[in-house]
Nanobody, 116 residues
Framework: VQLQASGGGLVQAGGSLRLSCAAS????????IAWYRQAPGKQRELVAV???????NYADSVKSRFNISRDNGKNTVYLQMNTLKPEDTAVYYC???????????WGQGTQVTVSS
């Protein structure tokens, strides 16, 4: 499964962005999809994940501000980011992982920069 992440950019604190992760294959709808981020000098961290049933989980730092959703008809997962903070600045990556299907694919990353 090839993933294409997009939607990053420069935004002021308090603003919003929506990231998209488009998959190349319809099998995508069977796989949990996660968004990770990596800030300069820091380890990559999990931001949000959505399973094939639509169940979601979020990092404590983004709860109530970010929303992950999926449109299986478009083979796309979205990350709606609201009330952005400078500490949200990072490269954001989407990941599709299934041990059963032997899939572990990463998108190319999209830069999100939040100015104060």
């Amino acid at each position: 499964v090839q993933l294409q992440a997009s939607g990053g950019g420069l935004v002021q604190a308090g603003g919003s962005l929506r990231l998209s992760c488009a998959a190349s294959r319809s099998i995508f709808r069977l796989i949990p999809i996660a968004w990770y981020r990596q800030a300069p000098g820091k380890q990559r961290e999990l931001v949000a994940v959505i399973d094939n049933n639509g169940n979601t989980n979020y990092a404590d730092s983004v709860k109530s501000r970010f929303n992950i959703s999926r449109d299986n008809g478009k083979n796309t997962v979205y990350l709606q980011m609201n009330t952005l903070k400078p500490e949200d600045t990072a490269v954001y990556y989407c990941n599709a992982r299934s041990a059963i299907l032997k899939i572990d694919s990463w998108g190319q990353g999209t830069q999100v920069t939040v100015s104060s």
